[in-house]
């Protein structure tokens, strides 16, 4: 508060024009950080950042008299690269905001030092549910995914249509774990079984022999608890492995709208996944995507990108409500108080735990045949409302919610 | 039937199979670098990119390409022209390793060549450097999460073996591959041409003095090390997504691999790629976590007992 204040009188006294709002350094700072060169460099990477962009955009920061600036960094998918960054960015750079931060270990590790410095932390990238469970804080909004919904969205459905024995292909890192433990819970509570798993290393290359260990299980379901080019690789290696044509099914537990560009109608037919946000869903978002996509190499927004655009949008209106952005926890509070509204995501809340509430829909995608242009890739099978799309407040162990 | 340590013994010669496959990428990468260290003395860390071109390479070859070509005009502007040329996986397997080498050779007379009497070290930052500007050259026009590319029509389907469906494309590998090092391996060690290129390192210019013309035989070996590692490349292509980063996962093992097998030794390349492959393999049934470690926890054993490498020479 000290520092808030000072700064105002800095401002004052520098004749700054805008008297009414203190932000601090007269500038909020948004750091968009994920993985700018490796395997989740398309679903997130510098998508996210043309996302917050468009953001800042659309909310009219400037009319507003609010100058918004974005900094971007590469975590590498590793949490010690990413935690210097964010020390870098809060202690010296001055950086209110963090969003993004796919990779789990990185945003656990993330999540503890925005709490400690007391800003803001906005994931859309990351999935572990354990940021609005025993790991939730006062500062964190999860706001796109998580695990949880991935497993109640795809898990249910598939246990539901006779796919009662599962065997988990895992990424060997908190996000893969929280996955398959999530999805093993859905399954069992369905009614299904599970009979094993294997924990790949991270990220990894060659998957057929993990494949033969899970075709030698027997389960009716191979559960993908991995993301990105793993699961890319891990499909197109069972179909080459003949798996599943020999009757088992395969479920990607994750996977984005750039893993089934890349692997290709031909193998990826017939998946079934969960997802937050689909570009072909309405008109908004189609319009949302022809904006996007010319400045991303053609490449189609993900739900990761859609999710930073939203997150970025309800952080400015609190941080404009507020007049400040100094202290972190206010500016959190102030987002779980106001509704949400944005032009992708529509209406929504922020739970006390953290959680962003919307619903979720299940998707499949297409034949080859039934794809009119590049890009036309799935098909809705259902949505999940929102009240239902999400761990109930209660179960999650957040201490948030129970002090 | 029987079982070992709770695996049957089905899943267990699948498992073997399987790592014998990813030996063979192993042995054709570990080969190629091998080739080049012995001959060139430099330790060639392009070779993941290298790799990775060679699978672009048949990506191109099959679907198209959009050449830049620099405009005329100011300000400098770049236009695209589109070339398909539509050649398939065959194609691919002959014309990639050309096209990579070729820009291999290019690579050894403008900058290489500069370095061969300076320490290993210029050479390994030299070539580490040129890798990064590949791959995020790539990575930036392509994404990262990669392109498809298909098996070819007449290697698809698979044979039942039994204790495993073995995948026509995979037997395809390990056999080409095999055929492809023993060949190598025969013409460095069992020819003349291959004596003139091991005198060649030892003493250039006593070779020359015989009126042999050593810089070209060097260039054209980086040349064939480089294409080597293409052709890995293009064999990948089917198996692996095409993407920018596909070589930097794997040339840290490949480079475990020649230090297993001792720098510089060609059948100590072949020979720890298969058997690197196989533990792997069986690494990744007993314990799965710790398959992308194993071949590290060998390397430093082989370092401490025989620094040289399990078939080097020592110096």
């Not at chain 1, 197109?236 to 479920?251: C, P, V």
């Not at chain 2, 980063?245 to 020979?271: H, K, R, T, Y």
Request: proline content about 4%; charged content about 15%; aromatic content about 10%.
């Amino acid at each position: 508060m000290k520092r808030h204040i000072s700064l105002a009188a800095l401002a004052v006294a520098l004749g700054c024009g805008v008297a009414n709002a203190q932000y601090t350094d007269g500038t909020i700072k948004i750091g968009v950080m994920n993985d700018m060169s490796g395997t989740y460099s398309d679903l997130s990477g510098q998508g996210s950042v043309i996302a917050a962009r468009m953001a800042v955009e659309d909310f009219g920061a400037a009319s507003k008299g609010m100058k918004v600036e974005i900094v971007s960094a590469d975590h590498q998918n590793k949490a010690d690269v990413g935690s210097n960054v964010v020390r870098t960015w809060i202690d010296v750079d001055k950086v209110d905001v963090i969003v993004d931060v796919p990779t789990s270990s990185v945003a656990l590790a993330v999540n503890e030092i925005v709490r400690d410095k007391n800003k803001v932390f906005l994931v859309s990238g990351a999935a572990a549910s354990d940021l609005t469970g025993p790991q939730c804080t006062a500062n964190t909004i999860h706001w796109t995914y998580d695990t949880w919904s991935l497993a109640n969205g795809t898990g249910t459905a598939i246990v539901k249509t006779g796919g009662d024995t599962w065997f988990f292909l895992t990424a060997n890192y908190a996000f893969g774990l929280a996955l398959e433990r999530d999805t093993a819970a859905v399954v069992v509570k369905n009614g299904g079984k599970v009979l094993g798993q294997v924990r790949h290393p991270f990220p990894g290359t060659d998957f057929s022999s993990f494949l033969l260990q899970a075709q030698a299980s027997k389960a009716k379901i191979i559960g993908l608890a991995n993301a990105g080019s793993d699961t890319i690789n891990s499909i197109k290696q069972a179909s080459e492995f003949g798996i599943t044509g020999g009757g088992q099914n395969l479920a990607a537990l994750l996977a984005f709208i750039t893993d089934v560009h890349a692997l290709g109608l031909p193998i990826a037919q017939g998946l079934i996944m969960t997802e937050a946000w689909y570009w072909d869903l309405n008109d908004a978002n189609r319009a949302f995507t022809k904006r996007f996509a010319p400045q991303y190499k053609g490449i189609h927004p993900s739900m990761v990108h859609a999710g930073v655009y939203s997150a970025v949008t309800h952080y400015l209106k609190a941080v404009e409500a507020l007049k400040s952005d100094a202290d972190g926890r206010a500016v959190v509070a102030k987002m779980k108080e106001m509704p949400t509204d944005d032009v992708l995501f529509g209406q929504g809340t922020v739970r006390a735990d953290g959680r962003k509430i919307h619903p979720m829909y299940l998707f499949e995608v297409k034949k080859p045949a039934e794809s009119k242009a590049p890009w036309d890739y799935y098909k809705l099978r259902a949505t999940i409302p929102a009240n239902e799309a999400f761990r109930p407040l209660a179960e999650g162990g957040c201490p948030l919610v129970k002090g | 039937m029987f079982e070992v340590f709770g695996v049957s013994s089905q899943a267990l010669f699948g498992q073997l199979l399987i790592g014998l496959i990813n030996g063979s990428f192993y042995a054709l990468l570990s080969l190629g670098l091998a080739v080049i260290f012995g001959m060139l003395n430099i330790i060639n860390f392009a070779h993941g990119a290298q790799y990775m071109l060679g699978a672009f390479c048949a990506f191109f070859l099959l679907n198209g390409i959009d050449l830049p070509l620099p405009a005329l005009a100011w300000p400098p502007a770049v236009t695209f022209v589109r070339i398909t040329p539509g050649l398939n996986y065959w194609w691919a397997l002959v014309l990639a390793p050309l096209i990579v080498g070729a820009t291999g050779i290019v690579l050894e007379r403008l900058l290489l060549r500069w370095i061969y009497r300076l320490d290993h070290l210029y050479g390994l930052l030299l070539t580490f450097g040129l890798a990064l500007i590949i791959e995020g050259v790539f990575r930036n026009y392509f994404g990262s999460s990669g392109l498809p590319y298909t098996v070819p029509e007449a290697l698809r389907g698979g044979q039942n073996l039994g204790f495993m469906f073995l995948p026509n494309y995979r037997a395809w590998v390990i056999a080409f591959s095999l055929i492809v090092c023993l060949a190598t391996w025969f013409v460095i060690e069992r020819t003349k041409l291959g004596s003139y290129l091991r005198a060649a390192t030892e003493n250039p210019t006593l070779v020359r003095a015989f009126g042999i013309n050593v810089p070209r035989m060097i260039t054209l070996t980086y040349g064939f090390g480089v294409a080597l590692a293409a052709l890995a490349g293009v064999m990948a292509a089917p198996i692996y997504n095409v993407s920018p980063q596909m070589g930097a996962n794997l040339i840290i093992v490949v480079f475990a691999v020649v230090v297993i097998g001792g720098m510089g030794s060609i059948l100590g390349a072949i020979v720890t790629g298969f058997g690197l492959g196989l533990i792997e393999g069986l690494t990744k049934v007993f314990f799965p976590e710790a398959s992308n470690t194993v071949i590290f926890v060998i390397m430093a054993i082989v370092l401490l007992l025989r620094p040289a490498g399990l078939f080097g020479r020592g110096t």
